[in-house]
C-alpha cells in the first residue's frame, strides 16, 4: 500500500491541542485566546515585558513552578511540550492559571 505525503502531514497545534484534551475543549479556546495559534509552532504575543511563550502563553515560572519537560529557553516554544506542559498545569490548577485572559475565552463558544 503507498502512502501520499500529504497524509503524512504533521498535527496542527489546534490538531495537538484537542488530542491533548480531548474532554475539554475550553483549553483549546484559552490558547486560542493567548496565542492566537498562528502557526506551527505558535507564535508569541507582542508583550516585551513577559517571558510567556507558545501556544498557552506559559510564564518561565510557571514552567519551572510545574517541572514540565526540558528548559522553558529551549523548549517553551516546542509546540508538543508547550501542551505538555498546559496538560500538568490543567490536571493541577485548572483553567485559573489564565485567568488574565477568562475575559476573553470564557466568551469563545467551544469548538468542538
Known sequence: MEIK???LKPLT??????????????????????????GLPCKNKDNPTSSASGCFQILRKTWTD?????????????????IA????????SGTSPWNESKSVWSKM????
Open 85 to 92: 506542559c498546559a496538560v500538568k498545569i490543567e490536571a493541577r
Open 13 to 38: 497545534a489546534e490538531q495537538k491541542i484537542k488530542k491533548a484534551f480531548p474532554n475539554d475543549p475550553v483549553m483549546l479556546n484559552i490558547a486560542i485566546a493567548e496565542s492566537g495559534l498562528g
Open 66 to 82: 510545574y517541572k514540565c519537560e526540558g528548559t522553558f529557553d529551549n523548549d517553551a516554544m516546542n509546540d508538543d511540550k508547550n
Open 109 to 112: 463558544s467551544l469548538k468542538y
Open 5 to 7: 505525503a500529504e497524509t
